[in-house]
Nanobody, 123 residues
Framework: VQLQAFGGGLVQAGGSLRLSCAAS????????MGWFRQASGKEREFVAA????????SYTDSVKGRFTISRDNAENTVYLQMNSLRTEDTAVYYC?????????????????WGQGTVVTVSS
């Protein structure tokens, strides 16, 4: 599985961005998909994840109510809609895929990673 994330950019605080992650391969619909982010000088952290069916989602506390993860299995794409962006959301955002079948939040549970897309939120 190859993942390619895009949609990052520069936005003012309070603004919105929509990240997309396109996946290759025919097993996309069986994969749990996640978004992670890594700010400069910090470890990569969990942002959101979604089950293969889309019925189950999970979010880190700091983005609840502001970010929404979704997926389109017909298009092999997962999205992250980010609203009410804050300066602390500035980071490189990575999409990832897990074969484990459960919506998990740890980096080590994900098998495939995209190249990252940069999100910069200015004050």
């Amino acid at each position: 599985v190859q993942l390619q994330a895009f949609g990052g950019g520069l936005v003012q605080a309070g603004g919105s961005l929509r990240l997309s992650c396109a996946a290759s391969g025919r097993t996309f619909s069986r994969l749990v998909m996640g978004w992670f982010r890594q700010a400069s000088g910090k470890e990569r952290e969990f942002v959101a994840a979604i089950s293969w069916s889309g019925a189950t989602t999970s979010y880190t506390d700091s983005v609840k109510g502001r970010f929404t993860i979704s997926r389109d299995n017909a298009e092999n794409t997962v999205y992250l809609q980010m609203n009410s962006l804050r300066t602390e959301d500035t980071a490189v955002y990575y999409c990832a895929a897990s074969r484990l079948g459960a919506v998990l939040t740890s980096v080590r549970n994900y098998d495939y990673w995209g190249q990252g897309t940069v999100v910069t939120v200015s004050s």
